[in-house]
């Protein structure tokens, strides 16, 4: 069963790098055909997919986000980090990593199959 734990501070003031990192444990994360993402949801809104990183290192970003934010990851750790550049109070959110497994990249968080529990990320001075 692959378990995730995201990891990260989570007040982060207006302008900085927001930086978090997923653990995965019970599963490689170069596992073929598996697909390791950052998904937020602000308060009151919906779950947004932000970006991907496959299990052969490609990246992928959501359009509106992709200018700054990045998806890297440490096979040795078996981890896989975010960070999000220039944030803005808009981007206080609830951060959660998640995986999927399938033939491509899927955009839709209700499709992955595997969640950590989130972590509340505040963008304030």
């Known amino acids: 069963q692959v378990q995730l734990q995201e990891s990260g501070p989570g007040l982060v003031k207006p302008s900085q790098t927001l930086s978090l990192t997923c653990t995965v444990s019970?599963?490689?994360?170069?596992?073929?055909?598996?697909?390791w993402s950052w998904i937020r949801q602000p308060p009151g809104k919906g779950l947004e997919w932000m970006g991907a990183?496959?299990?052969?290192?490609?990246?992928y970003y959501g359009p509106s986000l992709k200018s700054h934010t990045s998806i890297f990851r440490d096979t040795s750790k078996n981890q896989f980090s975010l960070q999000l550049s220039s944030v803005t109070p808009d981007d206080t959110a609830v951060y959660y990593c998640?995986?999927?497994?399938?033939?491509?990249?899927?955009?839709?968080?209700?499709?992955?199959?595997?969640w950590g529990q989130g972590t509340q990320v505040t963008v304030s001075s």
């Open positions: 990183i496959a299990y052969d290192g490609r990246t």
């Open positions: 019970g599963g490689s994360i170069t596992t073929k055909s598996y697909y």
């Open positions: 998640a995986a999927d497994r399938g033939l491509v990249v899927t955009t839709s968080p209700e499709e992955y199959d595997y």
